[in-house]
């Protein structure tokens, strides 16, 4: 018995040093702020693994055709025997040989089949930078997303925590005989909107946090919380954005997915260029030496020469698959001025959406705080008897709209300019 109680306290203490850290652990997930969900997303989004590993496959096919220009060079060795019809032995023969062969020329066919190639990892490349620029933005516009619904759930906590003050109240007065049952049935029916509202604003937080989970590309991590925007911040005044001259040249130059149709349409004008050498002559060069006879290493030989070869008449081939490449060609400068046009497009609309979010955000504060200011006009003359319920659930409706479109204002502007600098192909 006294060892039990010698040892209650230590292991009493140790049950106190245990539990707290689990609880603490619990209750505190980790905190990630927006470049750290950008860089999470960056190092392990599977698109980007993707995108890097087509770009591997097209550098590699370039090497493929790089190899043209060195020699091969072959071994080989057989052994055969043959007889005759007449009385003897039969006798066995060797054949062993080396060959190099070289192309001398082809009249720049390789040549223009490598740039193709190349062009094509270009491609590839610039496919990546766009994709790695759309996964930027996704999970900038989907922290930011989260951060609004947070707020929204702090707005409906507050509403409701409005509507159950005033429940009491209203019950209170009912009790004294200062207001009627239908000021109590009224309140409690706002308490209930106010509730429904609370639980729908929760269930828009977790499908905001789930929709920033797939943009960081690892739907199943672990809940986390987010490091969040000071209120004062807001989005830059309309002089912090660039002329809207400035932010067309600058998507002119540096969007990569406005590049790829450059691209392809020097890809389609080296086409081109292949198709009229589709006829050109080939030179090759080749040599060997081969041994063997009725042993391994009989005799010996060499030779050595070259090759010209070109194709005579091919039925019309040459000149369809000329039509076909200038047809191809065509087709690329129009689907490059087409998406020329677009970029144009979103940029003029990101800029404007940019450009006005600093009035649309002084609008939603402005409105808050008449708002506010209503709501106290309202509380005030309700609770020294002169208010109506309707004008005090009015208020409190209003002002919960209010904040929640200034916070919706305060993170769309921020939005606004995270999706101008995507149009403009601004890269973080």
């Known amino acids: 018995m006294a060892l039990t109680k010698k040892a209650f306290p230590l292991v009493l203490l140790l049950l106190l040093l245990s539990v707290p850290a689990s609880a603490a652990n619990e209750a505190a997930p980790v905190m990630m702020s927006l470049d750290e969900c950008i860089e999470r997303a960056l190092a392990g989004h599977p698109d980007l693994a993707a995108g890097r590993a ?60 490598l740039r193709r190639s190349l062009l094509d990892a270009e491609g590839k490349a610039l496919a990546l930078k766009a994709k790695r620029s759309d996964i930027v933005f996704e999970v900038t516009r989907s922290y930011y997303q989260v951060l609004k619904s947070m707020k929204n759930l702090e707005v409906a906590e507050e509403s409701l925590a409005l509507n159950e003050e005033r429940l009491g109240q209203a019950e209170a007065f009912f009790e004294v005989g200062r207001v009627s049952k239908y000021d109590v049935t009224a309140a409690r029916v706002s308490r209930s909107n106010a509730n429904l509202a609370h639980v729908q604003a929760g269930t828009a937080l977790k499908e905001a946090m789930t929709s920033l989970k797939a943009a960081i590309g690892s739907p199943g991590m672990p809940d986390f919380s987010l490091a969040e925007v000071a209120d004062g911040q807001g989005s830059p005044p309309p002089a912090d954005l660039p002329s809207l001259e400035a932010a067309l040249g600058y998507a002119l130059g540096n969007r990569p997915d406005l590049k790829i149709y450059g691209v392809n349409l020097a890809s389609a004008e080296a086409a081109a260029a292949l198709a009229g050498l589709d006829n050109a002559p080939k030179l090759d060069l080749s040599a060997g030496y081969g041994w063997g006879s009725t042993d391994f290493w009989g005799q010996d030989s060499w030779r050595a020469g070259l090759t010209l070869s070109f194709p005579l008449f091919d039925g019309g081939l040459r000149r369809e698959k000329i039509r076909e490449a200038a047809a191809n060609v065509e087709g690329a400068e129009a689907r490059l001025e087409s998406y020329r046009q677009q970029v144009l497009k979103d940029v003029t609309n990101a800029w404007l959406a940019a450009s006005d979010s600093a009035e649309s955000e002084a609008a939603a504060a402005e409105g808050l705080k008449m708002a506010s200011e209503n709501l106290e006009i309202a509380s005030g003359r309700y609770r020294t008897g002169v208010g109506s319920p309707l004008e005090v659930s009015d208020a409190t409706k209003n002002f919960a709209e209010a904040k929640a479109a200034w916070y919706g204002a305060l993170y769309d502007g921020m939005t606004a300019r995270a999706a101008l600098e995507k149009a403009m192909g601004v890269e973080r």
């Open 54 to 113: 087509d770009m591997a496959a097209s550098e590699a096919r370039a090497g493929q055709i790089r190899a043209g220009y060195s020699p091969s060079m072959s071994f080989s060795s057989g052994f055969s025997e043959k007889s005759s019809s007449g009385p003897g032995p039969s006798e066995g023969s060797w054949s062993s040989g080396i060959t190099l062969s070289q192309v001398v020329s082809d009249w720049g066919r390789t040549h223009i089949s």
